[in-house]
């Protein structure tokens, strides 16, 4: 399966963020998966793929090219996809994905699993998203998701296959249903 993972390209100011990227690569290289990332080698970004790499897994990386003139894409990729933009990136790293991850990350990284989102919600994606809330990182999110659901805004159907979830335990379990049945839970 191809799991895209959304995260900042910098480490953020809590140590657990690198710890619990570098776990996340650990798993998804061991576990025969493949990494689909925005391409770059720096922050929590660079430490995720080089996790995966280091446990023997497969990398892409899909970055834009004005990335790639600033020399921030991670070399020992497994394959690099140059896009000429970052709205190419996204729909790329979309059309890769079998489950998207949105980690701990800024306002790119919440563009982008917004995207996901409203992807879902309008039954134009049939994959898993998952929020890795960690520490309780998008709880605030998920409180935002239940607002609009009780204003009806939004409603529990539409927001079908949006996981918070804690830990990488809970990830597996989810992601583990989709490879043992074929779809997401």
């Given at each position: 399966m191809n799991i895209t993972v959304y995260l900042g390209a910098s480490?953020?100011?809590?140590p657990s963020l690198k710890k619990a990227v570098q776990e996340l690569g650990t798993w998804i290289g061991k576990s025969g998966n493949h990494l689909v990332y925005?391409?770059?080698?720096?922050?929590?970004?660079?430490?995720?793929a080089e996790s995966v790499i280091k446990s023997k897994g497969k990398v892409i990386g899909v970055e834009p090219q004005f990335f790639i003139d600033a020399q921030v894409q991670y070399e020992a990729v497994t394959k690099?996809?140059?896009?000429?933009?970052?709205?190419?990136?996204?729909?790329?790293?979309?059309?890769?994905?079998?489950?998207?991850?949105a980690f701990?990350?800024?306002t790119g990284t919440l563009e982008e699993i917004s995207e996901i989102i409203s992807k879902l919600s309008l039954k134009q994606l049939d994959a898993p998203c998952i929020l890795y809330n960690l520490n309780g990182y998008?709880?605030?999110?998920?409180?935002l998701l239940e607002h609009m659901i009780e204003m009806g805004l939004s409603s529990v159907e539409r927001q079908q296959g949006i996981y918070f979830l804690d830990n990488l335990q809970q990830i597996k379990e989810v992601l583990g249903g989709i490879k043992e049945h074929g779809k997401y839970l």
């Open positions: 480490e953020g100011s809590d925005g391409g770059s080698k720096t922050g929590l970004m660079g430490a995720l690099l996809i140059a896009t000429k933009d970052i709205t190419e990136r996204k729909e790329k790293m979309i059309e890769l994905g079998d489950a998207f991850i701990p990350g800024g998008y709880d605030h999110l998920k409180g």
